[in-house]
Nanobody
Framework: QLQLVESGGGLVQAGGSLRLSCAVS????????MGWFRQAPGKEREFVGAISWTGNTAYADSVKGRLTISRDRAKHTMYLQMNSLKPEDTAIYYC?????????????????WGQGTQVTIST
């Protein structure tokens, strides 16, 4: 069964950096896109960024210029480099995979999700 496993979360001070990873295991689609979403306490899950099969990316306005998505197709792994972190970035970060090769910004477009990794930014 297809599974996604996130790693790399943790506690950092404001202005610091983190790098999240999302590894895909099991039978995957021949082509697929991936994305990152996050959910803060008491809030709905929100789009962070996504990457298409060909490497096109899109980001939420709140993270543009600070967060960067990349992927290693040979390793079936996606990354989220997070710089200049702010307390409002505190959330559980989830990665998802979509059988669409085009990037998707809507959570319902994703077929599988990881279990999430906690990111906490202190002041």
């Amino acid at each position: 069964q297809l599974q996604l496993v996130e790693s790399g979360g943790g506690l950092v001070q404001a202005g610091g950096s983190l790098r999240l990873s999302c590894a895909v295991s099991g039978p995957t689609y021949s082509t697929y896109s991936m994305g990152w979403f996050r959910q803060a306490p008491g809030k709905e899950r929100e789009f962070v960024g996504a990457i298409s099969w060909t490497g096109n990316t899109a980001y939420a306005d709140s993270v543009k210029g600070r967060l960067t998505i990349s992927r290693d197709r040979a390793k079936h792994t996606m990354y989220l480099q997070m710089n200049s972190l702010k307390p409002e970035d505190t959330a559980i970060y989830y990665c998802g995979i979509s059988q669409s090769s085009s990037l998707r910004t809507i959570a319902t477009s994703y077929n599988y999700w990881g279990q999430g990794t906690q990111v906490t930014i202190s002041t």
